[in-house]
């Protein structure tokens, strides 16, 4: 009888010792990270409470550039691609591939990003990361399904670590612009009045359909962003190409809603609000615009964000990337954002190459990661390239001291000091509130003046 007693005793305390560790298990595995969605200019979540998105993208992770990632190609990662396939076959390179973004993005890297205060990753994904080739031939698991493993194991730690996720179709079949961060520069067909142009857009509904379908219903899943930065910026093309890419957008957005009727959609508005339709062209709903502000001057960018309110488009604009060049000063970016209520995404969160170890491009770097030579390395060395020695957690990358102050914004701070620098806000408050503040305001200008010190020390000034 007493040996039962005890039996139940223990069954009791192992139950209550489990539920109370129940809401800590929650937590971490996202259960707290409600469906978004969008009303009028704001991103709400199901319980009705506004979000604002602040964050870094992963840049690098499914698609490479070579100014800050460890390969060399201007042109694209297309051409290292299809000359590694070349030496050593499409499945063992498709490995390659996965063993480096396994290493170049891993749990450290999520909790790093928590860390900051940060509630969002934007992950740039390439379609070969999924298919073998640009016809729309799936990689396949096992069991004949589309394997989509890796983008789930990204969605299982943001999930883990409280974090919304934003799928971005950095590189499209066709290449939709002529830059080499869609894979191929000067490549541009995806908008081609032509059979093969016409082939490639099937080839990228086929693609937004069947990953809709896979997470419908995930809710750490914040929005799909369709095409980046689409037509990029070559004028010459881009009048021609614009209905073409207005009406295809509308194809993708009905595609993708036709099997997930509720995940937020992004319309790239590359480079102002304008180059894009309006919601009310097609009938758009619960979609967030985005912009991406590389401009020279705190001048400019205050004139694009009043391009976003002015256009009055009765949706929410996101920052989906931005850097200071020139002359613009993080704190103002930073600042004039928050003052807006428009969410945000740095780039990038990681880079290796010359100073990326100082470089606020980034907030971790290395500037000692060994470039892979796709042409002579053998496999062996590429794994060994590819490999633990591209983990941030590893020796070679290092904090930069720019995430530290990204730090100070992530909860919506505005440093109205900076965004008084030579006048640049509208209003401020009264004539008292704007003397009492000139102390600040001669702080913010002794910081921007280090600022461009620094940014010319390291080269990025221009």
């Known amino acids: 009888m007493k040996k039962t007693v005890k039996s139940a005793a223990a069954v009791i305390i192992a139950i209550i010792m489990l539920t109370a560790y129940l809401p800590v298990f929650a937590e971490n595995a996202g259960d707290s990270l409600p469906l978004l969605h969008t009303e009028g200019e704001k991103i709400l979540d199901s319980k009705g409470n506004e979000i604002v998105l602040r964050g870094t993208n992963f840049g690098g992770w499914g698609i490479m550039e070579d100014w800050f990632c460890p390969y060399t190609n201007p042109a694209g990662e297309e051409q290292v691609y299809l000359k590694l396939v070349e030496r050593f076959g499409r499945e ?4 390659l591939f996965k063993l480096y973004r396994s290493n170049w993005i891993t749990e450290t ?12 990753i934007r992950l740039p994904i390439w379609y070969r990361n999924f298919q073998s080739d640009d016809n729309g031939t799936w990689y396949r698991t096992a069991d004949g399904e589309i394997d989509f493993s890796e983008l789930d194991e990204v969605v299982s730690m943001c999930k883990k670590y409280g974090l919304y996720l934003i799928i971005d179709l950095h590189g499209l079949p066709g290449y939709q612009n002529d830059y080499d961060h869609c894979g191929q520069s000067k490549s541009m067909s995806l908008f081609d009045a032509t059979e093969k142009g016409a082939r490639y857009r099937e080839v990228v509904i086929d693609f937004w359909t069947e990953l809709a379908k896979h997470y419908k219903g995930e809710t750490s899943v914040a929005m799909y962003d369709l095409m980046n930065e689409p037509l990029g910026t070559n004028i010459t093309r881009d009048g021609s190409f614009q209905q073409t890419f207005w009406d295809f957008s509308n194809d993708l957005y009905n595609a993708v809603r036709a099997v997930d009727p ?6 790239e508005a590359i480079w102002d609000p304008s180059a894009i339709a309006s919601p009310d062209v097609y009938g758009w709903e619960n979609i967030v615009y985005q912009e991406h502000l590389y401009d020279i001057t705190n001048f400019t960018i205050l004139s694009k964000v009043n391009e976003i309110r002015d256009a009055k488009y009765n949706a929410p604009f996101y920052i989906g990337e931005f850097y200071p060049r020139g002359l613009t000063t993080f704190g103002y970016l930073f600042s004039i954002f928050n003052d807006r209520g428009l969410s945000w995404t740095t780039w990038t969160y990681k880079g290796a190459g010359p100073d990326a170890d100082k470089s606020p491009w980034f907030l971790y770097g290395s500037s000692t990661v060994e470039k892979i030579d796709y042409e002579n390395d053998s496999l062996e060395e590429l ?9 941030t957690d590893g020796e ?6 720019f995430a530290d102050y990204a730090s100070n914004f992530t909860d919506g701070t505005v440093d109205k000091a900076c965004l008084m620098t030579f006048g640049l806000i509208d209003t401020v408050g009264s004539k008292e509130q704007r003397s009492a503040m000139q102390s600040e305001k001669f702080n913010a200008v002794i910081t921007t003046i280090k600022d461009w010190l620094r940014k010319l020390k390291t080269g990025d000034l221009l």
């Open 92 to 95: 063992a390179v498709h490995e």
């Open 109 to 120: 890297d999520y909790k790093n990003v928590a860390e900051l205060g940060m509630n969002v």
């Open 262 to 267: 509720d995940h937020i959609i992004s319309m």
């Open 383 to 391: 794994q060994r390239k590819f490999g633990e020695v591209l983990r």
């Open 396 to 401: 070679k990358f290092s904090k930069n001291t």
